[in-house]
């Protein structure tokens, strides 16, 4: 269930991406359709509102770990922990992980929301006094 839930939610923000008609794919199994990071990583531009540079065609192994290490540089970046997480997990399909990482993705928006709402009603606050 929780796979199937995560799994939408992924399809939803990759087709949000202005990029989305070049890939032309939606994720059906979280387990092996991520593994060249290419939809994570347009995953994230949807949700960080920031161009990515990673390789949207990934033809060797070498591209998708680098596409992979960038979907978890990111969330480090942020300084949110990732615990055990690394592209070579996510590349072997571990369930467990995968579904971690589009969890924080989820936390990510949330906490971006959450400031956006705070901005604007310290805003609306100071137009008022």
């Known amino acids: 269930m929780q796979s199937k839930t ?3 939610w992924l399809n939803c923000q990759i087709t ?3 990029h989305f008609d070049l890939i032309c794919k939606k994720n ?3 387990q092996t359709d991520l593994q060249d990071g290419v939809m994570l990583l347009l ?3 949807t949700i960080t509102e920031e161009k990515i540079n990673f390789n949207r065609e990934p033809s060797v192994l070498l591209h998708r770990m680098k596409n992979l290490k960038k979907c978890i540089d990111s969330p480090r970046k942020k300084e949110i922990e990732l615990n ?3 592209e070579e997990v996510i590349y072997n399909g571990n369930l467990h992980f995968i579904l971690d990482l589009i969890w924080i993705l989820i936390y990510q928006i949330k ?3 959450n400031n956006k709402n705070q901005l604007l009603i310290k805003e609306l606050f100071n137009i008022i006094t």
């Open 43 to 45: 995953g994230l531009e």
């Open 84 to 86: 055990e997480l690394s």
């Open 6 to 8: 995560f799994k939408i």
């Open 111 to 113: 906490n971006k929301k």
């Open 16 to 18: 949000q991406n202005i």
């Open 28 to 30: 059906t199994n979280l």
